[in-house]
């Protein structure tokens, strides 16, 4: 007896062994089958995945399950790996005379911003950006050839070769190549802050105006000026009134950062307007504080107008941001004389510009004998204007009432011979030279109307 059961204890112990090993291997089975090589990859990494406790053990921890918070969720979850790559940028350099701008882009040229990025130039020093708007402004240089590099930022890719750049002595009144790079929209800015012009005809307006469309004299054609404030416009029922042009404003800088701003109703406008063979012009609202500033706004207006077939001139609008705006200032030699950095690089793109000011403007805040070369666009709201010198344009109301535009319109005289049969876009025949040349225009003197 006592052997048999001696033989059963040993059985039932052996069975129990068996069991209790088939149990461990059936929980581990898909890590047993990778050691044996009868699992893909693909299987054996999550086996070994979904076994790997904290500790890095595998398999041997059979309570290591108590350990994992996801081990009773319906799906397994990882952590997902990211891999870092660097956000590549380039310098872009541009010089106007003794200074020098550098721009940080990146691969799609749009301005790196966020970020204080360290300039060097050789044999001057290191320039951090520290407003971090992408943008580091030098002046005061010495004219000759300048070495700049990018010192090494985090997160970013930057180029290990020094770049090379003349700085001018005097200002070359051209376009500048990288003026793309600084033009800005309203989403990028606070437009309450930043476009601030101030009408001056309407605060000395006496009451007189006429805001009749029908008013014409001397063979004047009959225009109007739009901008953002004008919204949308339906510009077949503009034409369809009468208007015979229109002056479109492009894009303004900031009162107050002075950053170069699109209007954002340009293109719609002006493509509108051309589409209903509704001759254009432009016009740009300043706050420019020196003569490199004056060149980055023609530049500007340039790259917005060469590809559209402008025929009027583009105005300057001169006019106060209400006394604190960054250009206000100014006096008025200072501003005549940024003014005329304007004109003169616009007028050698080949087209006509002048001034859009109010009466007061132009008799106190400029020296329009200095400005003599340009036009003159006058903004007076009486019936007979009281400015006595030359005038070329005359907006006489801002009042107006035009078929097409659901607001109150700026309208418009012009005394010029404007030849709307060529085509001035950049490309066509009428692209070079002076667009209007000397046409013989007879401005107005309208105290001896």
């Known amino acids: 007896m006592g052997s048999r059961?001696?033989?059963?204890?040993?059985?039932?112990?052996?069975?129990?062994?068996?069991?209790?090993?088939?149990?461990?291997?059936?929980?581990?089975?898909?890590?047993?089958?990778?050691?044996?090589?009868?699992?893909?990859?693909?299987?054996?990494?999550?086996?070994?995945?979904?076994?790997?406790?904290?500790?890095?053990?595998?398999?041997?921890?059979?309570?290591?399950?108590?350990?994992?918070e996801t081990f009773f969720d319906p799906e397994v979850k990882f952590k997902s790996i990211e891999v870092y790559s660097g956000r590549s940028v380039s310098l872009v350099m541009s010089s106007v005379a003794k200074d020098l701008r550098i721009m940080i882009v990146d691969s799609v040229g749009k301005l790196v911003t966020g970020m204080p990025f360290v300039i060097n130039v050789q044999g001057v020093g290191e320039y951090t950006d520290s407003d971090e708007d992408g943008v580091v402004y030098i002046d005061g240089l010495r004219p000759g050839e300048y070495h700049v590099s990018l010192k090494e930022a985090d997160g970013f890719i930057v180029p290990n070769a020094v770049t090379s750049i003349q700085v001018r002595e005097q200002i070359e009144y051209r376009v500048l190549d990288d003026i793309e790079y600084l033009i800005m929209t309203e989403d990028d800015i606070d437009a309450d802050k930043e476009d601030k012009a101030v009408n001056g005809a309407e605060e000395a307006a006496d009451g007189s105006e006429y805001t009749d469309l029908q008013f014409a004299r001397d063979g004047a054609k009959l225009g109007i000026d739009v901008s953002k404030w004008n919204k949308i416009i339906d510009w077949e029922q503009v034409k369809d009134a009468g208007i015979e042009f229109a002056i479109i404003r492009c894009g303004y800088r900031g009162?107050?950062?002075?950053?170069?701003?699109?209007?954002?109703m340009y293109e719609k406008n002006i493509k509108g307007a051309i589409a209903a063979n509704v001759p254009v012009g432009v016009y740009f609202f300043t706050q420019a504080t020196n003569e490199v500033e004056a060149v980055e706004e023609a530049s500007m207006v340039i790259r917005l107008i060469e590809d559209y077939d402008v025929d009027y001139p583009v105005f300057l609008d001169s006019e106060s941001a209400g006394g604190k705006g960054r250009a206000d200032v100014l006096d008025a030699e200072e501003r005549t004389k940024i003014h005329k950095a304007f004109f003169e690089t616009i007028a050698a793109a080949g087209y006509e510009t002048g001034i859009y000011g109010s009466r007061n403007w132009l008799n106190n805040e400029v020296n329009m004998t200095e400005l003599s070369d340009y036009k003159t666009w006058l903004a007076e709201y009486a019936d007979v204007p009281a400015y006595d010198e030359y005038y070329h344009m005359w907006q006489y109301t801002s009042k107006g009432n035009v078929p097409g535009i659901g607001t109150r319109v700026d309208l418009n005289l012009c005394y010029m011979n404007i030849d709307t049969s060529i085509n001035h876009a950049k490309g066509a025949a009428g692209y070079?030279?002076?667009?209007?040349?000397?046409?013989?225009?007879?401005?107005?003197?309208?105290?001896?109307?």
């Open 255 to 264: 009162a107050s950062s002075g950053a170069l701003v699109l209007d954002p």
């Open 432 to 449: 070079s030279g002076v667009i209007n040349g000397d046409s013989g225009n007879v401005p107005i003197v309208d105290d001896e109307d």
């Open 5 to 68: 059961k001696t033989k059963r204890m040993m059985v039932a112990m052996i069975v129990m062994f068996i069991v209790l090993v088939g149990v461990i291997a059936y929980m581990n089975l898909d890590a047993v089958k990778a050691k044996l090589g009868l699992l893909d990859n693909t299987e054996a990494v999550e086996s070994i995945a979904m076994e790997e406790t904290e500790g890095g053990q595998l398999g041997n921890n059979l309570s290591g399950f108590m350990d994992d």
